[in-house]
């Protein structure tokens, strides 16, 4: 039963897809790479979500909230603010632009060279970071569930490796044969489905708790240990013991909002999804509407693993990333295990599909097209996008496997590894939006000293400093260094955003109050957790 509800969902999501896709065409640049400019805000929103939220999520944050509490959920409520952020400021400019990539903007603004340098981190961070640490998790929480490596009569090691070649090989491709309209047609039917299949696991392990009483299942939770639900974290993010602690709430007016802008306003995997919107209207409409589902995410990615606890108590402290895979097993029945392990499987797949065809799309068009041919069809562009998917692909199968034995956890090993990359673009994108004096020499150097700063500091220095305060610091040496070397070197000529007319740039006019509620809704929430 349970191999037949998998193979039965997973089917029925790669038929939709295949036959919503019949008469795109994705031959061409756009068609291919921004899913024909023709996403609409529910596509967005769907899109978004799993894009963000895969294994290293479900099985690292839970984890993480077994071991620590809901502290953790600061990464996912902090995500509204900067998607206001996103739909307020950032859509309106790149929708006017008509981007195609982000690292196109930093040519407009600074430079070729700047473009390169930011193209070269992104390709680097997607293959060493996000990648592996995405099929390592989805592999192990399907071994766990489907043991795997106990029908393969192959040790667990082996059980993984297997798991993440199959997985790595079907991810691939759907970004390589359907590019951005497939993966996120894909992400929108898996979206849905790992909302159920996600509240599925609270509900019932709390149904059982609570002897048939939802909330009565909640108290017990709550009471065997109170301390699990404060959101706020004692711990201090300078001195002794900072470098180990998982987030001190300090964090939150440091580097995390940094973090949040770069990830939900910068970052290509997400932002593909916002340029390849039928109008600015449409983009705003799924980036809030993704601000209002990551407040709710908690309830996914947090609260199991609390109950968790609430099971296994201490049991499983030194490998916390094992506690969600053993609670889905424990609790679901038979019938519904197969139904999550195929939602578990699209959310590898949506982000591994989705991180591939943005890091194939910033290769072909930042690169190839700058360097190798500019003068490329788009048919040969396409091809270099398929090509160079497969290439990645191969990269990321390899590396998967030794991401295991994170001692803080994937989660958390995520955060740190993305603190070398994520920065030093960040600032150098914010600087070309809010510092008009900044030059290309100038964000250059900035973003090079924030590259070497953070890697300085924290893996070689291992200062006593919580990595997001590291961050924070960052950022802000980083600015002076731009405008320091820009005075040096002044800007030679102005930049002002042009309207390309590529799509309809009327914002939608719910944009405004809607933002405002999340920002709000997220304020209450905080004032209401941090008091328990």
Known sequence: MTFFTFFLFTGIVAL????????SKINSKDGYFLGGRSLTGIVIAGSLLLTNISTEHLVGMNGSSYKNGAIIMAWEVTSALALVVAALFFAPRYLKMGLTTIPEFLEKRFDG???????????????ATLLPIVLYTGALNIEAIFDLSDLLGVDKSQGIWVTIIIVGTIGAIYAIFGGLKMVALTDTINGFGLLVAGLLVPIIALWQIGDGDIGFGLVKVFNKSPEKFNVISQESGFGQGARNAILPFEVLFTGLMINQ??????????????????????AQKGLLLTGLLKILVPLIIVLPGIIGFYYFESQYFEDPDSVY??????????????????????????????????????????????????NASETRLVLVGKSSSAILAVFAIGIAPFVANAPEGLYQLLQQLNGIFFIPIATVIIAGFLFP?????????????????????????????????????????????????SLRFPIKHSFTIKNTGVV????????????????AFTIILYLLLGNI
């Open 16 to 23: 939709i897809a295949t036959w919503k896709l019949r008469r």
């Open 113 to 127: 060279p700047t473009r390169t340098i930011v193209a070269l981190l992104l390709i680097i961070s997607f293959i």
């Open 261 to 282: 802008i770069y990830f939900w306003c910068m970052h290509q995997s997400i932002i593909q999804r916002v340029l390849g919107a039928v109008s600015l209207k449409e």
């Open 325 to 374: 895979p053993q609670l889905v097993k424990m609790i679901l029945p038979e019938w519904l295990t197969g139904f999550f392990v195929a939602v578990m499987m699209g959310a590898i797949l949506t982000t591994f599909n989705s991180t591939l065809n943005s890091a194939a799309t910033v290769f072909s068009l930042d690169l190839y097209k700058r360097y190798l041919k500019p």
């Open 437 to 485: 004096r900044i030059s290309a020499i100038g964000a250059k150097s900035g973003m090079l000293f924030g590259f070497a700063f953070y890697i300085l500091c924290y893996y070689i220095l291992e200062l006593n400093i919580h990595f997001v305060h590291l961050w924070g610091i960052e950022f802000v040496l980083n600015i002076l260094v731009m405008y320091l070397v």
């Open 504 to 519: 309809t740039i009327k914002p939608w006019r719910l944009a405004k109050p809607f933002g405002i509620f999340l920002v």
